[in-house]
T-cell receptor
């Protein structure tokens, strides 16, 4: 079964440093997402990406964050100047074609990258 | 802003009993409602979903209902088993040209006692 893969599984960084979280979405998916889950809390939407541009972002996704699809397979989340409160599990997800055209409307989640800012 | 309320936060049932989790949403543009199961330390996994043009959907022991007028939707698990123990998240999605914008509920921790 195809799956979304994320690397690294765990990243420890010093406050103020930049981190890049990497994701390889499912190959025929066109819509990509990043979510964040602070330990013990709910999953929070950060951003959606389609056709090489951000289609929607939440209030959390400020100038500190950026996303990129540098090649045909990777989708990255960059966090500049990390803060302690950025510590969380970051999930990448991808979904299929325009939902109402296809059978599959599910967003598949990667296994997550646990970011710890110290 | 957009919000999804989920209740209860914790639910403990005896094996074989039913479990019901309820959610309400605020964004009237939401048109897709997935439910995710998350086991400790793992990714959320879709267990069932419902579109806004459908009032009810069932898949074996799991069913969802949607009341668009009241902006309520619910998950029903029948004949619960210990392996159903996990955190369940409801979500309300607005399907856009560029994909989904999904707002999650706070989660319900379900314990199924053997």
């Amino acid at each position: 079964e195809p799956e979304v893969t994320q690397t690294p599984s765990h990243q420890v960084t010093q406050m103020g440093q930049e981190v890049i979280l990497r994701c390889v979405p499912i190959s025929n998916h066109l819509y990509f997402y990043w979510y964040r889950q602070i330990l013990g809390q709910k999953v929070e939407f950060l951003v959606s990406f389609y056709n090489n541009e951000i289609s929607e972002k939440s209030e959390i996704f400020d100038d500190q964050f950026s996303v990129e699809r540098p090649d045909g397979s990777n989708f990255t989340l960059k966090i500049r100047s990390t803060k302690l409160e950025d510590s969380a599990m970051y999930f990448c997800a991808s979904s299929n074609l325009w939902p109402w055209e296809g059978e599959n409307t599910e967003a598949f989640f990667g296994q997550g990258t646990r970011l710890t800012v110290v | 802003g957009e919000n999804v309320e989920q209740h209860p936060s914790t639910l403990s049932v005896q094996e074989g009993d039913s479990a019901v989790i309820k959610c309400t949403y605020s964004d009237s543009a939401s048109n897709y409602f997935p439910w995710y199961k998350q086991e400790l330390g793992k990714r959320p996994q879709l267990i069932i979903d419902i579109r806004s043009n459908v009032g009810e959907k069932k898949d074996q022991r799991i069913a969802v209902t949607l009341n668009k007028t009241a902006k309520h939707f619910s998950l029903h698990i029948t004949e619960t088993q210990p392996e159903d123990s996990a955190v369940y998240f409801c979500a309300a999605s607005r399907v856009m040209t560029g994909g989904f914008k999904t707002i999650f509920g706070a989660g319900t921790r379900l314990f199924v006692k053997a």
